[in-house]
């Protein structure tokens, strides 16, 4: 299993920006799809964004397209998740997660994941 580290959380006015890593233990990291996840409280966590582990392809939910950047850096073991424009909605946990896929598709269903980290808080204030 790959163990995953998520930093660069914190509070930012609505229409500022962060950047959120997540920083992997193993070196098969390389060969993980890496998905973006956030709960805000009392509701449901939901798909973010996700990218395949070599890079080529990224997806995004339909709330977040236009805004939110997702990369990675195989040679770091280090994916990033660029928020931009970001709005009081996109206040919550957001995690990051991996799961081993070898076709050029992904998962928005958060249980496919096989592997989580420990989220790091996002506040955005109005």
């Known amino acids: 299993q790959v163990q995953l580290v998520e930093s660069g959380g914190g509070l930012v006015q609505a229409g500022g920006s962060l950047r959120l890593s997540c920083a992997a233990s193993?070196?098969?990291?390389?060969?993980?799809?890496v998905g973006w996840f956030r709960q805000a409280p009392g509701k449901e966590r939901e798909f973010v964004a996700a990218?395949?582990?070599?890079?080529?392809?990224?997806w995004y939910a339909d709330y977040v397209k236009g805004r939110f950047t997702t990369s990675r850096d195989n040679a770091k073991n280090t994916a990033y998740l660029q928020m931009n424009s970001l709005k009081p909605e996109d206040t919550a946990v957001y995690y990051c997660?991996?799961?081993?896929?070898?076709?050029?598709?992904?998962?928005?269903?958060?249980?496919?994941?096989?592997?989580w980290g420990q989220g790091t808080q996002v506040t955005v204030s109005s």
């Open positions: 990218i395949r582990w070599e890079g080529t392809s990224t």
């Open positions: 193993a070196r098969t990291f390389t060969w993980y799809n």
């Open positions: 997660a991996a799961v081993y896929l070898s076709g050029d598709y992904y998962y928005a269903d958060w249980n496919k994941y096989t592997c």
